[in-house]
């Protein structure tokens, strides 16, 4: 059975490139970076597998394999699944792109999902969420709720993905609230619970009463907590143990939609590549729930501008904007296109700090 | 940029935080080393001390229980490297090394049920009008009792080693375990106390960071802190002292670091991030270019000891 | 009362015995582990052990991946058997395999897209060589000047260079067409960069040969060449050295450049090849690691080279029963630990003789 459906692929990899036919058990597999037990970026696309699994039922099996470095490990790892007679692998961050490529070339009837990457391939499809669909809401809460006009932002590297985020936010912040201000630390690390603790510290010793964050622990929640009067936004995860306050809202990563859809295609054999940036409309970014310390007026603010991205009549980076050294970027009314978006790496005109390097 | 924003206060309250977890493995570390002991392990025994210490604190819902089980966790673990090391003669480096990586996968596989939630609270403690104080107030009087007693630990570590007699013989055994044996001293039984004694302060140290400092259990949380400590000990030339000192520099460059970013100061991360480390290169060689002054180093660290002959 | 008894000379017959004695240790205790988790013992054992060299599906695919695996840790842990057998204490090979593949990949980036690869790889090779060599000459040359203990100081230089490796990727050596992204561009896609296979489906790349090279000649050195001599004698009593007239300085400079240098080659064939590209966690402890290689192997050649495969083999085995048998990777690593202190244990037997009763008066 295995040998005919090798055969079956590869004619129709020779043909169709990439388009499988419809089975009746698909076998998913999912490569991480992290553990799944971080709590963060690695445990929610392990629960977009679970998700699978109990969408699927018997007709699904999932394997993964959690902490693989990018690089060597990471080809050989997806090798090996793919030789373990998976049917589609998704590899789960964004230095798994050259890997993905160089084993989907060797397994024509296997398809591949990489996330956040822009290398496709016939059997290569990407996928990434507009996380700063989610961010423009948590600028506008952040916006109104700031006494001391000062917010601050942990942020992790300075790629596209972090900086348009921090864009995203302050544009919102700054239509609500002109005096607003950010302070931006750039931690160089995705995870480090000790230093985003620091970092949120030292944000809030320098008047800081919103601390926004790109990095994946809640210790930054935890220093707010202490600190008082501090407000969070759940990153990754819902952190709802820190709800009602400091935690106000979250952003959630929530890829079981996505997940599944792309699971149902194999066995319909109707997958073909393609490349997904999904927002809020689709679900794969949640706004998690705006708590009672917000005003009503606000969060009705804040769900007003939710709907509006998830029903299109909204984008977040519309014009007039001006890049940080005043030149115009956006005309009136004028929408970012996603080339743009994807490799951003200036910030808006209002924004004081410096893009390191 | 705004430097008036950082307040200096603030930054040394802030400091001595960020800097415990360091300097209470360091201490440990210091003293297995003093012993003629190198435990390359202490990243491994924080680790595994962080995930003891969060179990049972969530479970008893004591904080206290919880960093004495820290405490138990990382003494236990160091026994395994005492064992290797003292009774069955292997080799240290190697051995601390597997420690930590034996540790990193413990403390993951017991950590699995305590991802996202929230410890019980460890309060500040309460010196009521002191805390008042200007400037003083803020700096000495508004921490938890750990960072506290990590200072005691600092002057406690100090005196016992340098005025009585067990740090007399501790010292001894570190110098030259032949001649602390000829004298009638068990060289592996002392060894073994002072490795249990490391491997507890190190847990303690973890547990600080996932109880107080962070606090959350998360895999791989402490992040390197076990290697900045052995770091510290060599910086601190081995003395109590000087560790408080080394660890409050790494944790101030840190602190600092994240100050200015936080002042608008675009800080080139990377290079001050390095210079703990350089500095502490830097302070080795002036130390042991002073041929007439010792370099602090235990005589037997790292060597095998068996009592054949 | 049970003691240990020095032998007069290591029992050849334990030396031998004790490994196999130690990976039946780690099953069992292993196969305690897995059960408490959950998991059928023999099937994962199995798993590990035994799939990787011989499972149908994987097989073909995963035995070569061992060489790749156990290449770098060979190379380098050759290169410190040297030094740890005269007492010198190289433990920073990490810093040194990441500066050396900076400095080659650097120099073939310089290059980019010129297309010359007998001049661009063989430059790229000394380039890696040379930069492992240097920074290894710091905390050799702080010793013989300064006697700053060399432990230290090559393992402080470990963080250096993971903050240059980061500052790198994301500053000097990005790759300007990567979206913004850190890493550097993947020298597997320049030809006259690329450190292919050798024959093809082997996994045999530059970099395992120059392993079996350094195995070969650190066999020579150690048992024909005065230097392999000078080594061991400057470890066991370098007094004894200094009256034979070695001059342990040039030993201290000569053992960290030869350490250095293979963990700089290790690094640039592994950037080159395996890995493909300076990222901010390109270093993945291979220099550590290979510390624990070097032991297993008893500081031997042939001994480390075994060491280096069986520590693959724990490695591929293991991802295997990851995805396979649902195990946690940090089950793995338990087991991987476990595996290394029984081998570190029962290195005893080889040393000493166990005798049970008192000691007798003499």
Redesign the interface.
Known sequence: MRKLNFFVGLVLAAGLAGAATAQDTVKAGFIYVGPIGDGGWTYEHDQGRLAVEEAFGDKVETIYQESVPEGADAERALTQMALSGADIIFTTSFGYMDPTINVAAKFPNVVFEHATGYKRAANVSTYSARFYEGRAIQGLIAGHMTKTNKIGYIASFPIPEVIRGINAAYIHAKKVNPDVEFSIIWAYTWFDPAKEADAATALIEQGADVILQHTDSTAPQAAAEKAGGVITFGQASDMGEYAPLPRVSSIIDNWAPYYIDRVQAVMDGTWESKDTWDGIAPGMVKIGEITDAVPAEVKADALALRDAIAAGDYHPFTGPLNKQDGSAWLAEGETADDGTLAGMNFYVEGLTAQIPN | MDFSAINPTVLIASLMVASTPILLAALGELIVEKAGVLNLGVEGMMITGAVCGFAVAVESGSPWLGFLAAMAGGAVLALLFGVLTQLLLSNQVATGLALTLFGLGLSALIGQGYIGIKPPPVGDVNFGPLADIPVLGRILFRHDIIVYFSLAMVAGTWWWLKSTRAGLILRAVGESHEAAHALGYNVIGIRLAAIAFGGAMAGLGGAYLSLIRVPQWTEGMTAGAGWIALAIVVFASWRAGRVLLGAYLFGGVTVLQLNLQAAGLAVPVEYLSMSPYLITILVLVIMSSDRRKALGAPASLGRVFHASS | MIR???RPTPSRLWAAATPILAVVLTMIAGGILFAI?GKDPLEAIRTIFWDPLFNE??AS??RP?LL??AGPLILIAIGLSLGFRAGV?N?GAEGQYIIGAICGAAVGLAFYPMEARWMIFPLMVIAGGLGGLLWAMIPAI?RT?????E???S???V??AE??L??MA??AL?NPEG?????SR?L??YPSAANVELISGTGMHWGVAAAFIAVIVAYVLLTRHTLGFQARLLGQSPRAARFAGVSPNRLVLICMAISGGLAGLAGLF?VT?????I????N?GYG?TA??V???GRLHPIGILLAGLLMALTY?GG??A???L?L???????????L??FL??V??LS??RIRIGRREVA
């Not at chain 3, 979206?179 to 890493?183: H, I, N, Q, V």
């Not at chain 3, 990222?279 to 390109?282: A, G, V």
């Open positions: 240990l008894e020095r988790l599906q994987f695919y995963s991946q790749v695996k204490w433990i702080l000047r300064f006697n700053t203990n432990i230290l100081v393992l402080l230089l963080y250096v903050q240059l980061a500052s994301l500053g990005r979206g913004g992204f850190p890493g993947n597997q896609q592994e090849g395996p890995a493909g590209q990222s901010i966690d390109f993945s550590f510390i624990i070097a032991f297993l591929i991802e295997l990851q995805f396979m649902g946690p990777s940090a089950a793995i690593q338990l087991f991987q630990g476990m290394l202190f570190l244990a290195d005893v040393n000493f």
